[in-house]
């Protein structure tokens, strides 16, 4: 099965649209479009799209209804083997606009703008009646702002204070309706899951009125939950597993693995920290890590984020995400530009990929370890070895198990010869990643 999630950060639905066949033929089993809610079309920032104007029209500066119609009719047309389409989901709040009635969904000014090009809005239509408004400030909490304390050591206030001035949706019964219809209506459309923004943010009954509906039966749904330390996954991460039954970026690998390949030992990541392989979404950049000032401190050093991702797609447990933007975070931060442009059709990403697909569902096994040297095999057909370290190593690993013959490192296009005499002695070159398969 292919399950590796290329997200497309902020990509045109028309690119995306365009790109559909290429995705597919990399390899990938699926990919995460912008947030398809309703909001600023000409809007200029990326975080736009994560500020939602009204649920019942889909509408934003990616792109339309038709067009998201698009990418899931191409994505589903190679027959047992489709590409899934997974949304971005904003629920936990509304856009942050500066107008009298700021807490009144649409609003006047949108309502207006409804009736002046009706013809329009109605084809972006998702459901409802666009006459009439959709949230008012009793759908709001009202009690302030969350501080940078409260992370650390008042959860109630991050789940019912409002997020750098966006107006907090409360989890009364009109707003789970209307949220439930949402979720239903997009459904019904053919998208196969959802990444559920800001889940740090919502209480369990937010949660549950979305993945306990009986249109998502068989869906993929994963949850953001930014926690970079112990204390933080403790207080959010393990919560929202205990909650609910969907999954999460596993932020508990994402700190196990930075560790590791930036200064720390590689025996930790022979039986690492991580969430349960059947919960866990495994990702080295997620797209809040590199845009927001907060975060910039997990980002991994470049070179170290691709050795760390042929970790991350070599290994088994959890279903991988690749990050793949426009170079948004370059306008505030220089050397990020050309970091993540296009990653998503890089050879080296492809090479690993196909690799991940190979190997899929095969038992991992440790060959050899030591603090900057990690082989393990998958199967009897893979072997990936890592070396962090700038000193070329030889070493020696037990070939029990494996298939005699001829290997291809797929990262490099090398062959080597594999006996079935137990013991082989295997080149790692410095700083370098290779994945050989039968």
């Known amino acids: 099965m292919r399950d590796v999630i290329l997200h497309a950060f902020n990509w045109q639905y028309s690119e995306i649209i365009e790109r559909i066949e290429e995705i597919r033929e990399i390899g990938y089993g699926a990919v995460l479009i912008p947030p398809p809610i309703y909001s600023d079309p000409e809007g200029s920032q990326w975080w736009q799209v994560y500020q939602p104007k009204d649920y019942r029209i889909l509408l934003s500066r990616c792109g339309n209804k038709s067009e998201l119609e698009e990418i899931i009719k191409r994505a589903h047309s190679y027959g047992n083997n489709p590409l899934r389409v997974y949304a971005d989901l904003v629920i936990n709040h509304m856009a942050n606009e500066d107008r009298d009635d700021r807490f009144s969904f ?17 084809s972006n239509k998702l459901y409802g009646n666009l006459d009439e408004g959709l949230f008012s400030s009793d759908d709001f909490h009202m009690e302030g702002e969350i501080g940078p304390q409260d992370y650390n050591h008042n959860r109630y206030r991050v789940e019912h204070f409002r997020l750098g001035g966006l107006p907090d949706l409360r989890a009364n019964e009109w707003v789970l309706k209307q949220q439930r219809v949402m979720i239903n209506a997009l459904t019904d459309m053919g998208l196969d899951g959802f990444r559920i923004d800001a889940a740090k943010h919502l209480v369990e009954a937010q949660i549950d009125n979305i993945v306990d509906q009986p249109n998502m039966s068989g869906k993929f749904v994963f949850g953001e939950i930014i926690a970079f330390s112990e204390h933080e996954e403790s207080m959010y991460l393990d919560l929202f597993l205990q909650r609910t039954s969907t999954s ?18 590689f025996y930790s990541l022979v039986n690492p920290d991580s969430l349960p392989w059947d919960r866990s979404v495994t990702f080295v950049v997620n797209h809040d890590i590199p845009n927001n000032d907060f975060f910039r401190s997990a980002l991994f050093r470049p070179h170290e984020e691709y050795l760390a991702l042929a970790y991350i797609l070599g290994k088994d447990g959890g279903v991988p995400i690749i990050y793949s933007d426009h170079n948004e975070s370059a306008d ?77 490192d797929l990262i490099h296009n090398f062959e080597m010869d594999l006996k079935r005499d137990n013991n082989f002695e295997l080149c790692v070159t410095a700083r370098e990643v290779y994945m050989w398969l039968k």
């Open 248 to 265: 999460a970026y596993d932020f508990t690998l994402h700190r196990t693995i930075k560790s590791a390949f930036e200064g720390g030992s």
């Open 332 to 408: 505030k931060f220089n050397e990020d530009r050309g970091r993540w442009a296009g990653a998503y059709n890089r050879a080296g990403i492809q090479s690993m990929i196909t690799f991940h697909n190979a190997v899929h569902g095969l038992e991992m096994k440790h060959l050899y370890t030591d603090d900057n040297i990690i082989v393990f095999g998958r199967g009897s057909k893979g072997i990936v070895a890592i070396n962090k370290s700038h000193v070329e190593r030889y070493v020696t690993i037990d070939t029990t198990g494996f298939e005699e013959g001829k290997y291809r």
């Open 106 to 122: 649409p609003g006047e000014g949108e309502l207006i703008k409804y009736r002046s090009n009706r013809k329009w809005f109605e």
